[in-house]
């Protein structure tokens, strides 16, 4: 029962911020500083050119590194062959940042043998104030980081080395 719930908590949470971050991009409150340049240079490596974007002045190209060394960009360009869009970014955001719910309610759960504070612990996380504001700020690789290290956590917890370093 505690598990469907923590489910249906992320299902909730995916949902609603699918929803309020599409809406938002647009409605035009997404940035070219943030959501533009990252899109572009995710495009730019799906089409072969580069780790590169637009400089802010709009006159050349340039390196991604000169602003930024978000390599999990270049990860994410396979996916503009499935969806060229800045939506693709806002929703792997999204739903990456949701399923850090999971490795709370199950780390809670093996220190505090309770699944009902376990649950209360993962829908915590859903409801943290910062974790929601990250979900309306564009999209930041940063903010993933959250969930990369609660699940290398639990899996390093639970002497899976392999998933750890992954």
């Not at 800045?86 to 309610?105: T, W």
Request: contains cysteine; aromatic residues 16%.
């Amino acid at each position: 029962m505690h598990k469907k719930l923590l489910y249906l908590f992320i299902f909730l949470f995916c949902t609603y911020f699918i929803f309020l971050s599409f809406s938002r991009h647009d409605n035009f409150y997404s940035r070219r500083l943030d959501l533009g340049n990252m899109d572009q240079t995710v495009w730019n490596v799906a089409h072969g050119n580069g780790f590169t974007l637009t400089d802010p002045e709009g006159e050349s190209q340039q390196s991604r590194l000169a602003i930024h060394a978000d390599f999990l960009l270049i990860l994410m360009a396979p996916l503009y062959f499935i969806w060229s869009s800045p939506k693709m970014l806002l929703l792997v955001q999204v739903l990456i940042v949701g399923l850090g719910a999971i490795p709370v309610y199950y780390l809670a759960l093996e220190k505090l043998k309770s699944e009902k504070l376990s649950l209360l612990l993962a829908l915590s996380y859903l409801m943290y104030p910062t974790i929601q504001r990250n979900m309306l700020h564009d999209f930041h690789a940063v903010a993933l980081s959250t969930s990369f290290l609660l699940f290398a956590y639990w899996n390093m917890h639970r002497n899976r080395y392999f998933l750890f370093t992954v």
